[in-house]
Structure formats: structure tokens, C-alpha cells
């Protein structure tokens, strides 16, 4: 299984401002993929990022909001721009396994005041 | 639309007994399906897996079940232990995304599960 790790793992951003978080993962990996999960609802898939190519986007959200990079094949970073409370999250990393698991980092909670 | 739903908000189980946490779901094209626990202030942790050519998968103490025909699986814990306690997401794809090999989930809405000592 792939070890990822994400940083920052919480921060306090006040509005109109931008975050980046970055994803490591511990193994090469051809796909990676950014969630975010609002209060008390369930994990929803912002963007998945293909090493070398744009990432493709969800409905709902747009490139200019949520710009991903995808340098290598263990890394990527989202950031969140032009930052409101709605934002408030936990913005979550993950890769694919083996097969067709899938494993999380441990998340970035993002409060936007 | 919630294609994936999960319809118990929460449950409880006393230690040593069975939980079993059901998730339904809407599209049939669904083949391949996760479940993950997930502690508060932590990413899921992936727990165990099927795909629809299969109808039943064990892990140790975790298993899953698969019924396509009632677009319906569960997860069976048992003995639950007080560790168990977390909030447990089903996630469900259709298979791999655009002859890539990537397969991309959604999730459902989660059940928190409490095992009393």
C-alpha cells in the first residue's frame, strides 16, 4: 500500500487569501486525486491529477479555484484560491494501490476566517 | 443525486458482538467497491475491498458482501472492539476511468459506528 503524507496538516487562513497543499505519496504513481470533505458530509472527488497532463476536474469545480500540479510522479499540490468560509474543509490526497484500492493521506482541515 | 448511500447515520454494538454497516447504491454499473474507517482528525484508512465478480471477501475480522442483484453490500465486523469505533464510508466505481487503469469512487455518506466496552 502507498504511504502518503500532506502538509500543511491544518491551517488558519483568513479570507481572499490562498493555500497550497502539498501530497506526497512514498511510491510512483500514475494517478492522484483530491477530495474534500465539508462538515459532516462524506468525502466528494474535486480533481483527479495525471503526472504531466492538466488535471481533470469534477462538476462543481473549476480549474481557477482549485489549480493542481502534478510534477512528478509522487508529488502534487492543490491549492485554494481566493479563499471564502464556505471553503472550511479537509482537503484530503490519495493514490491508487495495486489493484483498485485506493489510500489517503491524513488530510489538511482548513478553517477560513 | 446521492448515488451511494449509506442510511444509518450511526450505531452501536456492545464489545464482542457483530456490526454490520450497510450501503446501497443506485447505479448498476458500479463493479468495484471500498470501505474505509476514518477516526476523527485522520485520512480513511482503506479496510477491504470486492468487485462484482465476487459476492463475499474476508479480511480477518472484516467482511463484505456484495449483492448486486439488490445493489446493496455490507460490512461485517466481528468481534467489534472498542478500537473499531470510527466513522465507516462505503465507496463505489464503476471500473477503471477511461481505459486508464485508475478507478474513481464515490463516496457515501458514512456511518458512525460506537462499540461499547
Known amino acids: 500500500s502507498a504511504v502518503i503524507s500532506q502538509k500543511p496538516s491544518r491551517d488558519i487562513c483568513q479570507r481572499g487569501t490562498s493555500l497550497t497543499i502539498q501530497c506526497q505519496v512514498d511510491?510512483?504513481?500514475?494517478?492522484m486525486f483530491w477530495y474534500r470533505q465539508q462538515p459532516g458530509q462524506s468525502l466528494t472527488l474535486i480533481a483527479t491529477?495525471?503526472?504531466?497532463?492538466?488535471?481533470?476536474?469534477e462538476s462543481g469545480f473549476v480549474i481557477d479555484k482549485f489549480p493542481i500540479s502534478r510534477p512528478n510522479l509522487t508529488f502534487s499540490t492543490l491549492t485554494v484560491s481566493n479563499m471564502s468560509p464556505e471553503d472550511s474543509s479537509i482537503y484530503l490526497c490519495?493514490?491508487?494501490?495495486?489493484?483498485?484500492?485506493?489510500?489517503f493521506g491524513p488530510g489538511t482541515r482548513l478553517t477560513v476566517t | 443525486d446521492q448515488q451511494v448511500k449509506q442510511n444509518s447515520p450511526s450505531l452501536s454494538v456492545q464489545e464482542g458482538r457483530i456490526s454490520i454497516l450497510n450501503c446501497d447504491y443506485t447505479?448498476?454499473?458500479?463493479?468495484?467497491f471500498l470501505w474505509y474507517k476514518k477516526y476523527p482528525a485522520e485520512g480513511p484508512t482503506f479496510l477491504i475491498s470486492?468487485?462484482?465478480?465476487?459476492d463475499k471477501n474476508e479480511d480477518g475480522r472484516f467482511t463484505v458482501f456484495l449483492n448486486k442483484s439488490a445493489k446493496h453490500l455490507s460490512l461485517h465486523i466481528v468481534p467489534s472492539q472498542p478500537g473499531d469505533s470510527a466513522v465507516y464510508f462505503c465507496?463505489?466505481?464503476?471500473?477503471?476511468?477511461?481505459?486508464?487503469?485508475?478507478?474513481?469512487?464515490?463516496f457515501g455518506t458514512g456511518t458512525r459506528l460506537k462499540v461499547l466496552a
Open positions: 490519495s493514490a491508487s494501490g495495486d489493484y483498485y484500492e485506493q489510500y
Open positions: 511510491s510512483q504513481v500514475t494517478m
Open positions: 491529477a495525471n503526472q504531466g497532463s492538466e488535471a481533470t476536474y
Open positions: 447505479n448498476s454499473m458500479f463493479d468495484y
Open positions: 470486492i468487485s462484482s465478480i465476487k
Open positions: 465507496a463505489a466505481s464503476e471500473g477503471p476511468w477511461r481505459g486508464s487503469g485508475t478507478y474513481k469512487y464515490i
